[in-house]
DNA sequence: ATTTCATCCTGGAGGC
DNA sequence: TGCCTCCAGGATGAAA
């Protein structure tokens, strides 16, 4: 689903395709996706005649953002997807909202199960979180994971929960959502069970570049498109193919073949390899 | 304060 | 083929 690579991916071609381009409209067609603000329908008038000035993205957060100083938050959720289309393509279902630019072209909000959510703001201040940006979550996000340095990541794991548990909580390190929570982890030989306080230092310090590796790599080859995911242009992406544990449950472990193993820890999937993870005990 | 858990939603998969 | 049930999971807000 859109994690941390999917979400960059769809920013870049989103810069490649939209940046600077005038805003001639924006529809909402659902409005229930729109958590911010009540009265959207005034904000979003605002936009028109503005220029698109930046594409950014924070954790698995899209913004764009706007000359006037406004800016729109996308969310993508599970299945969100941000296409860049002809505004007379035939518009698909599950279309949510509309942003028509002035070379007739329009980005598009499509999200079938609706778990994605925008936020409009009419001022942006990238600096100091202001009320806007408290209502959008965005301050209770955690660092970004290229941010991490490996002794704020032995901070991050002071924790009693099963790391992988942890690694998903976007309060701690925002980013990571269940595929490359279980590479990551793969990649460093850590069982996804383990308590996060109880991985010595040396694992921890893996972990941390692990981490960061695996992000960069899938950033690289456009993302993992599992089902639903598409990046602004509509392609998929090219790192399913290169994942060694997620969804691989019974399939041979890539280094030892073991069967990987599937486990259910915080009311998600993990999927590990028995014996080149080992579970670390003990706080 | 921290952590767990049900909830939102639709489409795809599997059973019969 | 068609119906039914189950399941996936990111983030949230309530509950423990």
């Known amino acids: 689903m859109p994690e941390l690579p999917e979400v960059e991916n769809i920013a870049q071609g989103l810069r490649h395709e939209i940046l600077k381009c005038g805003v001639t409209r924006m529809q909402v067609i659902q409005p229930a996706i729109i958590r911010f603000p009540r009265n959207w329908r005034k904000i979003t008038k605002r936009f028109v005649g503005d220029n698109i000035e930046q594409v950014a993205r924070r954790a698995k957060r899209l913004i764009i953002a706007f000359t006037g100083g406004g800016a729109i938050l996308i969310q993508l959720g599970m299945t969100g997807k941000v ?11 599950h279309t949510h909202v509309r942003i028509r630019l002035s070379n007739g072209r329009e980005v598009r909000l499509i ?13 942006l201040d990238s600096v100091h979180p202001d009320a806007e940006m408290e209502a959008a979550g965005m301050g209770r996000l955690g660092p970004e994971p290229f941010d991490v340095t490996p ?10 929960r099963a790391v992988k548990t942890h690694l998903l909580d976007q309060s701690r390190i925002a980013g990571l959502g269940n595929i490359y929570a279980d590479e990551s982890l793969f990649a460093a030989g850590i069982h996804p069970a383990t308590p996060a306080a109880a991985i010595p230092p040396a694992q921890a310090d893996k972990l941390c570049r692990t981490i960061k590796s695996i992000l960069r790599r899938a950033i690289r080859h456009g993302g993992t498109t599992l089902l639903d995911y598409r990046n602004a242009y509509g392609e998929m992406g090219r790192f399913l193919k290169m994942l060694k544990v997620y969804q691989r ?28 993870q080992p579970l670390f005990q003990k706080i």
């Open 83 to 93: 296409l860049v289309a002809d505004a007379d393509a035939p518009v698909v279902k």
């Open 111 to 123: 999200d079938p199960r609706r778990f994605g959510r925008v936020w409009f703001f009419a001022h």
């Open 151 to 160: 002794k704020k990541f032995r901070e991050i794991l002071q924790s009693s």
């Open 249 to 276: 449950t019974g399939r041979p472990c890539h280094v030892c073949h073991t069967p990987i193993q599937r486990l259910v820890l915080g009311g998600r999937s993990s999927h590990y390899c028995p014996k080149c």
